[in-house]
T-cell receptor, first 115, second 117 residues
Framework: AAGVIQSPRHLIKEKRETATLKCYPI?????VYWYQQGPGQDPQFLIS???????DKGSIPDRFSAQQFSDYHSELNMSSLELGDSALYFC??????????????FGPGTRLTVL | DQQVKQNSPSLSVQEGRISILNCDYT??????FLWYKKYPAEGPTFLIS?????DKNEDGRFTVFLNKSAKHLSLHIVPSQPGDSAVYFC????????????????FGQGTILTVHP
């Protein structure tokens, strides 16, 4: 079965650079979530999109922005990178069109390292 | 503040025995709970969920129990197998103060389960 695809899997950037992470949800899923997991921490919700509109916002820095495109894939754009942005970034997708209580399926994550 | 807490960072059990992973939550707006399993270098994998209108949900070797009054849930794995060794995350979702958002997951810190042959 098709799963959530994230690219790239690994990314190394310098401080103050920009990064773009991509997420391709499971076909027919209409909702995408982004989570950030720091070293030894639990995943923290950043932002979500339902049917290409932002549906919720968590602890996402103003330096970050995201969008969901017409084909339902999503991109997380990160600017002015800081050392503290080094983390594992997960994308998850779900089909919420029939209601909110559906499980989220996670991608393998993108490991971002900021030097 | 940690709204979902897994107070045991690790658990070690013998193959064939029962594994019990515990989770506590503080936010009374949570009404749907999920357990995820995570292997290194992979994303969390959904295991089992339970709605707040139930107190038990069973799926094969996995059973989740919910005690709403105590704001406590637990995951039972029986019998435990070496392949169950992974990090287990408890997660919850519900409506926010404005009553509008229920999609995002709030995770616990995770419990590392090791099942010895």
């Amino acid at each position: 079965a098709a799963g959530v695809i994230q690219s790239p899997r690994h990314l190394i950037k310098e401080k103050r650079e920009t990064a773009t992470l991509k997420c391709y949800p499971i076909p027919r899923h209409d909702t995408v979530y982004w989570y950030q997991q720091g070293p030894g921490q639990d995943p923290q919700f950043l932002i979500s999109f339902y049917e290409k509109m932002q549906s919720d916002k968590g602890s996402i820095p103003d330096r970050f922005s995201a969008q969901q495109f017409s084909d339902y894939h999503s991109e997380l754009n990160m600017s002015s990178l800081e050392l503290g942005d080094s983390a594992l970034y997960f994308c998850a997708s779900s089909f919420d069109g029939s209601g909110p209580y559906n499980e989220q399926f996670f991608g393998p994550g993108t490991r971002l390292t900021v030097l | 503040d940690q709204q979902v807490k897994q107070n045991s960072p690790s658990l070690s059990v013998q193959e064939g025995r029962i594994s019990i992973l515990n989770c506590d939550y503080t936010n009374s707006m949570f009404d749907y709970f999920l357990w995820y399993k995570k292997y290194p270098a992979e994303g969390p994998t959904f295991l089992i969920s339970i709605s707040s209108i139930k107190d038990k949900n069973e799926d094969g070797r996995f059973t989740v129990f919910l005690n709403k009054s105590a704001k406590h849930l637990s995951l039972h794995i029986v019998p435990s197998q070496p392949g169950d060794s992974a990090v287990y995350f408890c997660a919850a979702k519900g409506r926010n103060a404005g009553g509008t958002s229920y999609g995002k997951l709030t995770f616990g810190q995770g419990t590392i389960l090791t099942v010895h042959p």
